[in-house]
């Protein structure tokens, strides 16, 4: 169907969402987004700058590489960014300092991953070609990437899809946009109202059902509502949730094929910056890695706000599952106090504002993002297919090196939009 008074219902207002409303109802298309939550933007969450000081992100923080639909996106709504600099800090259980990101090897692993025809995963890559000792090193900082920065589990992710990632070096440009990534959300969702779509909250999608070629989208509060076509832009975990029509259900199920991982973020606002004064050093310090129990943190250099985020990703996440809020930030207190040879007391005496969210834990996303294992690529293009009257879309079906990312929500959710526009 290619009329324009086709109704398109939208089942989230994440980034994937809002960009697919957008293009949309730009396109003269009735438009409404159903989302479950009492706002718009899912897994980017500011948190309140009454708190914190600026409005920090309690989910997606940083915009990586090259990005070019987040940047020009940022360009019209009159966004600006501000680059990562600064140095790199690791605690190896005595010592502080700065970490040495080379390791001898890496022009070896460089000349295997080239070679490499057949995908498998990180696990079994090092255990064929670099069991040896002398790898330990190379092993563990491999391990520690794919768990904390991709929040992946190694005996499941693809080492071909990484393979980019890791040729160069794993450190592409990361920056941050100033005002956080909830500007970007309140710009998209005024463009989204400015051209007629409606975004209605406390919507939780239940089922979508299809009788004589019209579909019935069907919430947790009775609300029933019927479209011509559905995009489902949620998390993959909760695609199990919503009763779906015989043929979109069997799209939906190679969302098992995706990998998808959790993540812990803790922010905690000091008085002061306690860490420059206690060691003159770590005045441009950015990022700090370590094995204790919230094992990365990071500054807001080259700003100055005294805020220290810390950071649990991937599987092993599963050890702190218990613990609510609290729990947490006393986790990163201890993992402060520990690292910086201090007593817990003395760090939490200058603390002024402090959030903590596990992701897993949050009922409408149940994780931080997706990432691929060997399956993925194939279960990418089943549940991007155009057929039928059910879409899919989502940082999960980007098929680009940055997947998991804003970028990658937002480009899928153009290319679905792009596709109904296409019919």
């Given at each position: 169907?290619?009329?324009?008074?086709?109704?398109?219902?939208?089942?989230?207002?994440?980034?994937?969402?809002?960009?697919?409303?957008?293009?949309?109802?730009?396109?003269?298309?009735?438009?409404?987004?159903?989302?479950?939550?009492?706002?718009?933007?899912?897994?980017?969450?500011?948190?309140?700058?009454?708190?914190?000081?600026?409005?920090?992100d309690g989910g997606a923080e940083f915009i990586h590489g090259e990005a070019p639909v987040t940047r020009a996106l940022l360009r019209e709504a009159g966004l600006s960014l501000q680059g990562i600099a600064g140095t790199q800090w690791s605690f190896d259980g005595t010592k502080l300092s700065r970490e040495d990101?080379?390791?001898?090897?890496?022009?070896?692993?460089?000349?295997?991953?080239?070679?490499?025809?057949?995908?498998?995963?990180?696990?079994?890559?090092?255990?064929?070609?670099?069991?040896?000792?002398?790898?330990?090193?190379?092993?563990?900082?491999?391990?520690?990437?794919?768990?904390?920065?991709?929040?992946?589990?190694?005996?499941?992710?693809?080492?071909?899809?990484?393979?980019?990632?890791?040729?160069?070096?794993?450190?592409?440009?990361?920056?941050?946009?100033k005002g956080g990534y909830g500007a970007l959300i309140d710009f998209l969702a005024?463009?989204?109202?400015?051209?007629?779509?409606?975004?209605?909250?406390?919507?939780?999608?239940?089922?979508?059902?299809?009788?004589?070629?019209?579909?019935?989208?069907?919430?947790?509060?009775?609300?029933?509502?019927?479209?011509?076509?559905?995009?489902?832009?949620?998390?993959?975990?909760?695609?199990r949730d919503i009763a779906l029509p015989a043929s979109a259900r069997a799209k939906a199920a190679a969302a098992d094929d995706i990998g998808f991982g959790s993540v812990i973020k803790?922010?905690?606002?000091?008085?002061r910056p306690w860490w420059r004064e206690r060691k003159q050093d770590l005045a441009d310090m950015t990022f700090l890695l370590s094995g204790e129990t919230i094992p990365v943190w990071w500054t807001r250099y080259?700003?100055?706000?005294?805020?220290?985020t810390g950071w649990f990703g991937g599987p092993r996440t599963a050890e702190l599952q218990g613990l609510d809020p609290q729990g947490l930030i006393n986790a990163g207190i201890d993992s402060l106090a520990a690292i910086f040879?201090?007593?817990?007391?003395?760090?939490?005496?200058?603390?002024?504002?402090?959030?903590?969210?596990?992701?897993?834990?949050?009922?409408?996303?149940?994780?931080?993002?997706?990432?691929?294992?060997?399956?993925?690529?194939?279960?990418?293009a089943m549940l991007a297919r155009a057929d039928g009257p059910v879409l899919f879309s989502g940082e999960a079906l980007y098929r680009g090196r940055d997947m998991g990312t804003v970028e990658a929500a937002l480009t899928s959710g153009l290319e679905t939009a792009g596709m109904i526009l296409r019919a």
């Amino acid at each position: 169907m290619s009329n324009k008074s086709e109704h398109i219902i939208i089942v989230g207002a994440g980034a994937a969402g809002l960009m697919a409303a957008r293009a949309l109802a730009r396109a003269g298309r009735a438009v409404t987004i159903l989302e479950a939550r009492e706002r718009c933007g899912g897994r980017i969450h500011p948190l309140p700058a009454s708190e914190f000081g600026y409005p920090a992100d309690g989910g997606a923080e940083f915009i990586h590489g090259e990005a070019p639909v987040t940047r020009a996106l940022l360009r019209e709504a009159g966004l600006s960014l501000q680059g990562i600099a600064g140095t790199q800090w690791s605690f190896d259980g005595t010592k502080l300092s700065r970490e040495d990101r080379r390791d001898p090897h890496e022009a070896e692993l460089h000349t295997v991953l080239s070679q490499l025809k057949d995908d498998l995963t990180v696990a079994e890559f090092l255990r064929r070609h670099f069991a040896g000792e002398q790898y330990a090193r190379l092993r563990h900082s491999i391990e520690r990437m794919v768990e904390g920065y991709d929040a992946a589990d190694p005996e499941r992710a693809s080492i071909l899809a990484l393979r980019e990632e890791w040729m160069d070096g794993g450190h592409h440009a990361q920056a941050r946009i100033k005002g956080g990534y909830g500007a970007l959300i309140d710009f998209l969702a005024a463009e989204c109202r400015r051209h007629g779509a409606a975004i209605r909250f406390g919507s939780v999608v239940s089922a979508i059902e299809e009788e004589g070629g019209v579909l019935a989208v069907r919430c947790t509060s009775g609300e029933v509502h019927g479209c011509d076509r559905v995009i489902i832009t949620v998390p993959l975990p909760l695609l199990r949730d919503i009763a779906l029509p015989a043929s979109a259900r069997a799209k939906a199920a190679a969302a098992d094929d995706i990998g998808f991982g959790s993540v812990i973020k803790i922010v905690l606002r000091f008085a002061r910056p306690w860490w420059r004064e206690r060691k003159q050093d770590l005045a441009d310090m950015t990022f700090l890695l370590s094995g204790e129990t919230i094992p990365v943190w990071w500054t807001r250099y080259p700003d100055q706000h005294p805020v220290l985020t810390g950071w649990f990703g991937g599987p092993r996440t599963a050890e702190l599952q218990g613990l609510d809020p609290q729990g947490l930030i006393n986790a990163g207190i201890d993992s402060l106090a520990a690292i910086f040879g201090l007593s817990r007391e003395e760090i939490a005496r200058d603390l002024v504002a402090a959030a903590a969210i596990n992701w897993a834990h949050d009922p409408f996303a149940r994780g931080a993002y997706s990432w691929a294992t060997p399956r993925t690529r194939a279960a990418q293009a089943m549940l991007a297919r155009a057929d039928g009257p059910v879409l899919f879309s989502g940082e999960a079906l980007y098929r680009g090196r940055d997947m998991g990312t804003v970028e990658a929500a937002l480009t899928s959710g153009l290319e679905t939009a792009g596709m109904i526009l296409r019919a």
